[in-house]
């Protein structure tokens, strides 16, 4: 048997790694604001594509700032 380090999120989503679990967290708590950004004139990114990659890095930036901005 083997003894393993999970991470559980709020909406009870196991994760292996901190960083994931921390991104799938962001993206649950604030998933309304980051979406209506993406639709909003202000994203120039309207691709499928641009649009994931946008979505990453916000949600990215946020845990960033969480981490490092006080």
């Known amino acids: 048997m083997k003894t393993i ?3 559980k999120t709020s909406d009870d989503e196991i994760f292996e790694t901190l960083e994931a679990a921390e991104y799938h967290e962001m993206l649950v ?3 309304e604001i980051i979406e ?3 639709r909003s004139n202000l994203n120039n990114y309207k691709g ?3 649009k994931a990659m946008a979505r990453t890095a916000i ?3 946020e845990i960033w700032k969480e981490k490092n901005v006080k």
Do not use: G, K, P, V
Request: charged letters at 20%; proline letters at 0%; glycine letters at 0%.
């Open 29 to 31: 708590s604030e998933r």
């Open 5 to 7: 380090n999970a991470y």
């Open 59 to 61: 949600i990215n930036w």
């Open 36 to 38: 209506d950004f993406l």
């Open 48 to 50: 499928h594509a641009h």
